[in-house]
């Protein structure tokens, strides 16, 4: 019996194994159908624009332009102007979410069409996509009214309100449509400009709707294989035979009417306009990954219900041994006594193996007594010890949850020492028992590996040790921390639509929290060192490590809670009367990328914050935070105008925050410069030559390297007038405010002399291949956005650049002379320091062209030498 058992026990084992391979599998079919899917549907559907597509207000004709920009026409349309704002949104996100899903970087044209229409018109027409345009809008083409009194006029205000245009949106006005071709290509356009391109606006709509609803059918399908899946994974197997029977009827039932439900799916008639839907590249490939995935789940469906079928064949075999043993053994024996009461010849022996037999029973039976009350008591003693081991686990949570600042007032410590006493007096009999009694009762099973008394008097220990740097704290009747907003003589902070305290109240009010940290971090830090008396270092570390290590599960869960509570609400139909339509297609513009921040943190949650590399390891996925505080500004704007909606009032109440989604929002903004504030303390607590320490000065540095990157990107999306692509000039790697003199040697306008009065406030980009000066401005008034803009004035090539580092009179100034000294740029920075740290980066960069150029030099010379041999 035992080497057949162990046999069945191995077999069972590799089975479930073979099992959950088949439902990975699934989930990753699933998975991969589910990102084909993304490609196809957006998050609105045609229904939804009010029937704005139907009458060909805008429409996507398939179009590109130049660096693949997809084109969305608006065509002549009388009644433009009475389109409500909300529809016109609907219309434009509509359209720009079908390329965006397969291609999220995508950028946009417009060709706007008012060959019939007026200035006025033009102008309200061109407001309004620029206040509803939800995409990365490259170009705006418009083709003017053909009247000569029209386009006079169109001239004429377009030249007084271009500035005005050119600063939210670049706009081209266009005589005709020979001008059209000079930005378009004669097959990107359609018949209506001169184009070769085919486009029918009914056939699109009829395919658009027949692709909406094949997605939403495959989501349907896809969505019952996956659930249906995950049943069957989750599914506990009953202990009794009755029980398996009803299990295995229920799901095979369930199977067949999913099975009945998907075959009409893929047997679909010739003329069907399904049909016409697969030759379409991205549905054909979503019907084939659909038919994969349902084999993938087929195969997990026969995994399961084969074992399902084993699992109550053993069930039996094992019912029936149990029975039949002894039975079978008594049956034996009374036979050899009926053979001897007929005075068998071979009595003797009969009896003597029927004596045998009867005394391998008896000694099997009590074996099973000893081991059946050897086993209960084992059980009895584990959940006793489990029992224990959750006490022990829950003291060190609760060492753990019990952060430093708690400790601050006399009031705090003393509850956290009354949430001591009453965790002690729960403390389970196991353990409050002690050693001798516990060896008494369970001496025959215990054994040197159970260490419960050992760990329970660590845990004592560690809370003793706590309640006594509690009670201190108690008696000195520790002054609470005041928090208080930044001083007024502090250093000036560069300006940042992000983190200036120039951007609005809420921006103030994100500086304020960003400093307050920073003094919370030096009163905890005097609150600290007032227990290095009675503390080591490496146990201090350890509190700065549990608090780490609890905010940051603390964070995840309250980034949970607003994507569930908040973002997921939006799709619930019973709070769609409260949504406003337009916050519904822009909840990633109020969220920004929360879920990748989420799904970074709750895969890593997981996060070995223990381990010393931890930073180091995953800095590259912390450059999600990047673009979120890219969006925020975006996401506050939004959120200014919809605050008082019903919608996040319900939420609020539901979730029982007590504060608004907006102090959400902010949380990763405040846990990002968290990080490095924690980083500095454990440093301080490591000492200077033990293990880990290298290690977490490069994550500091590697983290104050990432805020600097995000305060950079923040300034430099506001910049507005340059004629390209800022990120074909590299990486961004200083900006700052400075005062220049302009020096000009040549050229029909001399400043020379003007050059030495009157500096000019401009604010510097240096990238890696060239220098951006900007204007700075700011809008001011009442209900004026706050957030700094920087217009584009002068870009300086580096490889043409040169530097003086020292300017007579002024130890804050230098020179940024181009062209040989054509043009001389005075700079004078606010701090020798910034002056120092610009020339350093100037220096490096222009030292690394002239390597490269050295290099060139030598592979020509090398090259040429090369070809003299061959020819001689």
């Known amino acids: 019996m035992g080497p057949v058992s162990l046999q069945v026990e191995t077999e069972q084992e590799q089975k479930p194994e073979r099992e959950m391979d088949c439902y990975h599998s699934l989930l990753q079919a699933g998975s991969q159908l589910e990102n084909t899917l993304q490609q196809v549907s957006v998050s609105m559907s045609m229904k939804e624009v009010d029937g704005y597509i139907e009458k060909q207000v805008a429409y996507l004709s398939g179009g590109r332009g130049e660096d693949s920009s997809v084109i969305v026409t608006l065509p002549e349309y009388s009644a433009f102007s009475d389109i409500p704002e909300e529809s016109l949104a609907k219309v434009l996100t509509y359209l720009t979410l079908i390329p965006r899903a397969r291609q999220p970087g995508v950028k946009f044209i417009i060709i706007l069409d008012r060959r019939l229409d007026t200035w006025t018109s033009i102008k309200t027409a061109l407001a309004r996509i620029a206040a509803s345009f939800p995409g990365n809008l490259h170009l705006v083409l418009v083709l003017r009214p053909t009247s000569f009194f029209q386009r006079t006029v169109t001239d004429l205000g377009f030249r007084f309100s ?11 006005m266009l005589s005709s449509v020979t001008d059209l071709l000079r930005y378009v290509d004669e097959n990107q356009l359609t018949s209506e400009f001169g184009g070769t391109l085919d486009y029918c606006h009914s056939d699109w709509i009829v395919l658009r709707t027949a692709i909406e609803s094949f997605a939403v059918t495959v989501k349907d399908i896809a969505q019952m294989l996956q659930a249906f899946g995950t049943e069957l994974a ?45 030759r379409y590249t991205v549905c054909g490939q979503l019907l084939a990954q659909l038919r994969g995935m ?10 399961h219900h084969l074992k399902l079928q084993q699992y109550l064949q053993l069930l039996r075999y094992e019912h029936r041994f149990q029975e039949e043993e002894m039975v079978s053994a008594q049956i034996i024996i009374l036979h050899g006594h009926q053979l001897a009461a007929s005075h068998h010849y071979a009595m003797a022996l009969i009896l003597q193996r029927g004596n045998e037999l009867r005394h391998r029973c008896d ?14 008591r084992a059980h009895r003693l584990l959940l006793r010890l489990g029992q224990a081991q959750s006490w022990c686990d829950d003291g060190a949570y609760l060492l753990a949850q019990q952060l430093v600042d708690k400790f601050q007032s006399k009031e705090g410590a003393q509850a956290a020492l009354k949430d001591m006493d009453r965790f002690l007096e729960g403390a389970p009999s196991l353990l409050s028992s002690g050693p001798d009694l516990l060896a008494v009762e369970f001496e025959s099973v215990l054994t040197p590996e159970i260490q419960v008394q050992h760990q329970h008097t660590v845990v004592q220990e560690m809370i003793h040790n706590r309640q006594v740097c509690l009670r201190k704290l108690a008696d000195k009747h520790v002054r609470p921390i005041q928090l208080v907003a930044p001083r007024a003589e502090s250093p000036p902070r560069s300006k940042s639509p992000l983190f ?3 951007h609005g109240k809420r921006r103030q009010h994100m500086l304020y929290l960003i400093e307050v940290m920073h003094d919370y971090q030096e009163n905890r830090s ?8 009675e503390d080591s270092p490496d146990l201090l570390k350890r509190h700065v490590m549990r608090e780490l290590i609890e905010t940051e599960r603390v964070y995840v869960e309250e980034l949970l809670s607003v994507l569930l509570g908040y973002r997921g609400e939006m799709e619930n139909p019973a709070l769609a009367g409260l949504l406003p339509p337009i916050l519904r297609s822009k909840r990633n513009v109020l969220f920004g990328n929360m879920p990748e921040i989420y799904n970074f943190h709750s895969r890593q949650g997981n996060i070995s914050w223990e381990g010393q590399t931890c930073m180091l390891t995953h800095k590259e996925n912390f450059k999600v935070y990047e673009c979120y505080c890219q969006n925020k500004p975006r996401s506050e704007s939004l959120w200014r105008q919809y605050s008082d909606c019903a919608f996040f009032q319900e939420c609020q109440k539901k979730l029982e925050h007590k504060l608004g989604l907006d102090s959400y929002l902010l949380k990763p903004v405040q846990r990002l410069t968290k990080y490095q504030l924690l980083l500095k303390e454990l440093l301080k607590y490591s000492a200077g030559g033990c293990e880990g320490t290298s290690e977490l000065q490069a994550a500091l540095a590697a983290m104050l390297h990432l805020l600097k990157s995000v305060n950079d990107s923040m300034h ?9 692509e800022l990120c074909d000039l590299g990486r961004v790697l200083m900006q700052g405010s400075f005062s220049v003199w302009i020096s000009h040697k040549k050229g029909p ?23 951006l000066f900007c204007k700075c401005r700011e809008e001011h008034g009442e209900g004026a956005d706050k957030t700094p803009s920087y217009s584009f004035k002068h870009c300086l090539k580096m490889s043409a650049v040169g530097i003086t580092e020292n300017v007579k009179g002024d130890v804050k100034k230098f020179e940024i002379w181009y062209s040989g000294r054509e043009e001389v740029y005075a700079v004078q920075a606010p701090t020798v320091e910034v002056k120092t740290a610009w020339l350093g980066e100037l220096r490096r960069i222009l030292t690394n062209q002239q390597k490269h150029l050295k290099g060139l030099d030598v592979t020509h010379i090398a090259l040429q030498s090369a070809l003299r041999k061959e020819l001689v």
């Open 294 to 303: 349902e084999s993938a789940f087929d195969g997990f469906f026969e995994k």
């Open 162 to 172: 271009q500035e005005d245009f050119m600063l939210k949106m670049p706009v081209v």
């Open 234 to 278: 989750e599914t506990k197997l009953p202990a009794e035979g009755t029980a398996i029977m009803r299990l295995l009827s229920t799901h095979t039932d369930k199977y067949r009417k999913l099975k009945v439900y998907c075959n009409p799916f893929y047997t679909i008639e010739v003329e069907d306009s399904s049909l016409y839907l697969c």
């Open 363 to 376: 000694t099997l039976s009590n074996a099973l007594r000893v081991k059946r009350a050897h086993l209960s």
């Open 500 to 502: 200036s305290p120039k």
């Open 526 to 533: 005097s609150l600290l060192s007032s227990l290095e008396g």
């Open 716 to 724: 430099q999306i506001a910049i507005t007038g340059y004629q390209g």
């Open 749 to 771: 306008t001399r400043m020379k002399e003007l050059a030495r009065f009157k500096p000019t406030q401009r604010h510097l980009f240096l990238y890696e291949r060239a220098l």
